[in-house]
């Protein structure tokens, strides 16, 4: 590490001294003009000359060496305090940081903090969506067709109501999926939602009748996911979705269902990040179908 300069006041003085211009003027022309008045052969003009004449540049030339001196100092002076700034400047920035961070940490352990972090947390709790069955079973659906002809149809369904009361269920979508006592996959599809009006069904987007809100009013929505014909003689039954493009899956082969049994599984989403599961045991007695049983406690009815 190098030497610190010493900063001295005398030298100053001295250098500036040395230096002056001042100097130059009241020794070197003086005695140049007796070395010529000598040579020459002419009167010492110096000795005519009045005593201010001398002691006024004299006064002048030691305020001005001293004023110099003093500049030349301080300047100094200032030239070292900037040169060490950046080291004091770091280590106030540190002790400040330091002192910051011990705060902060003080503050994120006061008792008011954490406070209100479990608060905030509890109203994250208090918002989210919670999916319970109001009901289950089976409904007869009559469909008119030409000449009022009436088909009837047995759905299965179930009713969907959100038990928290400060926030809704956002573009809920459901997935159907029905597994054999093979415990495999054999049939999935969507379900579909209870239309109440013809206004409903003839909706240009009809995209949107896939998905469903479900308020916090605890008004339950109807989902219907299989279906069979009224008088059936088929030992057969079908699952029930609404297709993309607005129409009803009545009798696709691809959800067709045959086994005596089968757990259907089904599977609720929403864009706010609600996601429930039901599972029910389903009966199929030559055609005719029901729910047998809740599997899990979420899928029991409740009021």
Not at 7 to 15: A, E, G, R, T, V
Not at 166 to 174: D, L, P, T
Not at 233 to 247: I, N, V
Request: aromatic letters at 12%.
């Amino acid at each position: 590490m190098p030497k610190k300069k010493r900063i001295s006041l005398p030298k100053i003085l001295f250098s500036v001294l040395g230096t002056s211009v001042l100097w130059i003027i009241l020794v070197l022309i003086p005695a140049g003009i007796q070395i010529y008045q000598f040579f020459g052969g002419k009167v010492n003009m110096l000795d005519n000359l009045p005593s201010w004449v001398w002691f006024a540049p004299l006064y002048i030339y030691i305020v001005y060496v001293f004023g110099r001196a003093i500049y030349e100092y301080q300047k100094e002076l200032k030239e070292d305090n900037s040169s060490n700034q950046p080291i004091r400047k770091r280590k106030e920035k540190v002790n400040k940081a330091d002192n910051q961070g011990i705060a902060m940490q003080d503050v994120n352990n006061s008792p008011v903090t954490q406070n209100f972090y479990q608060e905030k947390s509890k109203l994250h709790q208090n918002t989210k969506p919670i999916l319970r069955i109001r009901d289950y079973g089976n409904e007869i659906k009559n469909l008119y067709g030409i000449n009022d002809f009436v088909v009837g149809y047995d759905t299965l369904y179930i009713d969907i109501f959100n038990k928290q009361k400060m926030g809704n269920a956002e573009r809920v979508w459901s997935q159907i999926e029905w597994i054999n006592g093979n415990t495999i996959v054999e049939v999935s599809h969507r379900g579909r939602w209870h239309i109440a009006t013809k206004t409903m069904q003839n909706e240009p987007v009809k995209e949107d009748l896939q998905y469903r809100i479900i308020d916090s009013n605890q008004a339950p929505q109807r989902l219907y996911f299989a279906w069979t014909p009224k008088d059936n003689k088929e030992k057969h039954f079908y699952g029930l979705e609404r297709d993309m493009d607005g129409r009803d899956s009545w009798g696709h082969e691809k959800h067709k269902l045959e086994e005596d049994e089968y757990i259907v599984k089904i599977t609720l989403q929403g864009n706010d990040g609600v996601k429930q599961q039901f599972k029910y045991r389903i009966r199929n007695d030559d055609g005719k179908i029901s729910i047998v049983e809740a599997l899990t406690n979420e899928s029991k009815k409740r009021n």
